[in-house]
Antibody, heavy 124, light 111 residues
Framework: EVQLLESGGGLVQPGGSLRLSCAASGFTFSSYAMSWVRQAPGKGLEWVSAISGSGGSTYYADSVKGRFTISRDNSKNTLYLQMNSLRAEDTAVYYC?????????????????WGQGTLVTVSS | QSVLTQPPSVSAAPGQKVTISCSGSSSNIGNNYVSWYQQLPGTAPKLLIYDNNKRPSGIPDRFSGSKSGTSATLGITGLQTGDEADYYCGTWDSSLSAEWVFGGGTKLTVL
């Protein structure tokens, strides 16, 4: 059974940093790209960042480029999102999601499993 | 403003059928597969439809998907109160930003 378990969310001041983790199990972690998708309170889904199965390629939405860094440790089956220079508009539930393709953007890619989410609140 | 356009809300009575539209362009829906996600209140999104019209195992055949040109449609028949949720379409967008995009979401109310 595929499981994705996020952690690391919390309250942080504007300009602060936070590191999210997503522990994966139930599939061959290194074979698939992984993504972070967020949802601001009362709003829709927004793709944030993705990383290829090997970890060699990373991708970011314009809204977080230069501030967020995605990474993965395939030996620990864990995905990370380092968030720096946080802003109020980054407040959201952050979901990790498993892509069905080895690399983000491969034709036919989509998200087949999602974690339960972790809430990040940026406020003074 | 989402790249993919969905109606904010739809409603129907139990047992009835409802459709949810997702409108895009040639840079997204027109040349890529569409997937649909169901988000029950207070829970994470769940894959409902992939590759325009395929259902993952465990998804009942009351749920169906279709695509024509630059639009996609999610259909739900035999509505149940447990179907009340937000529904999102998603696909790859190969315009300048080249990234995954979601529709704004549609809230389904089963009256």
């Amino acid at each position: 059974e595929v499981q994705l378990l996020e952690s690391g969310g919390g309250l942080v001041q504007p300009g602060g940093s936070l590191r999210l983790s997503c522990a994966a199990s139930g599939f061959t972690f290194s074979s698939y790209a992984m993504s972070w998708v967020r949802q601001a309170p009362g709003k829709g889904l927004e793709w944030v960042s993705a990383i290829s199965g090997s970890g060699g390629s990373t991708y970011y939405a314009d809204s977080v480029k230069g501030r967020f860094t995605i990474s993965r440790d395939n030996s620990k089956n864990t995905l990370y999102l380092q968030m720096n220079s946080l802003r109020a508009e980054d407040t959201a539930v952050y979901y990790c999601a498993k892509n069905v393709a080895p690399d983000y953007g491969d034709y036919g890619d989509y998200f087949d499993y999602w974690g339960q989410g972790t809430l990040v609140t940026v406020s003074s | 403003q989402s790249v993919l356009t969905q109606p904010p809300s739809v409603s129907a009575a139990p047992g009835q059928k409802v459709t949810i539209s997702c409108s895009g362009s040639s840079s997204n829906i027109g040349n890529n597969y569409v997937s649909w996600y169901q988000q029950l209140p207070g829970t994470a999104p769940k894959l409902l439809i992939y590759d325009n019209n395929k259902r993952p195992s465990g998804i009942p055949d009351r749920f169906s998907g279709s695509k024509s040109g630059t639009s996609a449609t999610l259909g739900i028949t035999g509505l149940q109160t447990g179907d009340e949720a937000d529904y999102y379409c998603g696909t790859w967008d190969s315009s300048l930003s080249a990234e995954w995009v979601f529709g704004g979401g549609t809230k389904l109310t089963v009256l």
